[in-house]
């Protein structure tokens, strides 16, 4: 099978000749500087650092409703509105037509064949960008003080997404599309289900429905505990989630057995990978009966982290492939 048929497999819960090995984030700059010094070449990109290593490789479109002349927040998760009620004032900055990031994909697509690599395909979702525009603590309050700009926003951020979805969808069919979310922390949703139902909701409604026309799969990335979560999202078509941290306390064979077809990718404890062979065969071995249940595409539950050396990411694959294959 190629990489895309068997990612597509998986997610269909179809027969398999191994499950799908992907690093599906992209490794962290420290990471990637670590194993240069330990002797990964220097010359090769994230995506060629995955086909390097034998995995299937998984190359991301990332549209941004942010444009070029968007104010950028003084320090991390600060405003990017001095004043929420003058949002017409950076609205002219958002929702660019991200033409650069459309002919990379072109690109890759006329150097490597469709089917040797997964297309991972990322949009903002209704609750992480109004978070980026009103800043973390600011937005949390917007809810309740600024209600009416909260939907203008995830409004325009609905029209856009439908927009990139099907400039995509006339290229190619992404395998799948992520909502870029982190709705959760380590103790469930950041938000009620009524205020999911009021601001986030429509919006999914809107734009699901054409990830579904062009043929991908709609699945939430949230961080944290998604387990109250999930009823949310399978209500307006959304199909799975990622990552699963275990460091948050989900329990994937829980999630399996509460909803059956939930596709799911992730959920490999990344804090075990710098423990040596037997916690990293363990952790695998946890995944098993996970991995035999169908809709499971096993991997590190977020980004491989600058703690594991070289050494120990390749027995972590070794072991990868010999798990891929037992959990068909």
Not at 9 to 23: I, N, S
């Amino acid at each position: 099978m190629t990489a895309a048929q068997r990612f597509r497999a998986t997610m269909r819960g179809e027969p398999v000749d191994r499950l799908p090995m992907v690093e599906w984030a992209p490794y962290w700059d420290q990471t990637l500087e670590r194993w240069r010094a330990e002797g990964l070449p220097e010359s090769l990109t994230r995506y060629e650092v995955q086909e390097y290593f034998g995995l299937d490789p998984v190359y991301c479109v990332r549209t941004s409703p942010l444009g070029p002349g968007c104010p950028a927040p003084p320090k991390h998760g600060a405003p990017r509105m001095p004043d929420p009620s003058r949002y017409d004032e950076i609205e002219p900055t958002l929702f660019p037509d991200n033409a650069g990031l459309i002919e990379g994909l072109q690109e890759h697509l006329r150097t490597r064949e469709r089917e040797s690599f997964v297309l991972w395909m990322v949009i903002d979702g209704f609750f992480w960008f109004p978070r980026r525009l009103f800043g973390i603590q600011q937005h949390f309050y917007a809810f309740f003080d600024h209600p009416d700009v909260m939907h203008r926003m995830n409004a325009g951020l609905a029209q856009h997404s439908i927009e990139m979805l099907r400039r995509v969808g006339e290229i190619t069919t992404p395998d799948f599309v992520t909502f870029a979310e982190d709705m959760s922390y380590n103790h469930g949703p950041m938000l009620s289900e009524g205020m999911f139902e009021a601001f986030i909701e429509p919006y999914y409604r809107e734009v699901v429905p054409v990830i579904d026309e062009i043929g991908s799969t709609p699945i939430c990335d949230s961080d944290g505990d998604v387990t109250e979560m999930i009823p949310w999202l399978e209500r307006v078509g959304v199909q799975g989630v990622l990552p699963l941290e275990r460091q948050a306390g989900v329990d994937g064979m829980a999630l399996r057995r509460a909803h059956p077809e939930l596709v799911m990718i992730g959920h490999y404890d990344k804090m075990v990978m710098n423990r040596g062979e037997d916690a990293i065969h363990a952790e695998f071995e946890r995944l098993l009966p996970l991995m035999r249940s169908r809709k499971f595409v096993p991997s590190v539950d977020h980004q491989t982290p600058p703690g594991v050396s070289l050494e120990e990411y390749r027995v972590y694959l070794r072991l990868f492939e010999e798990y891929a294959r037992a959990g068909v």
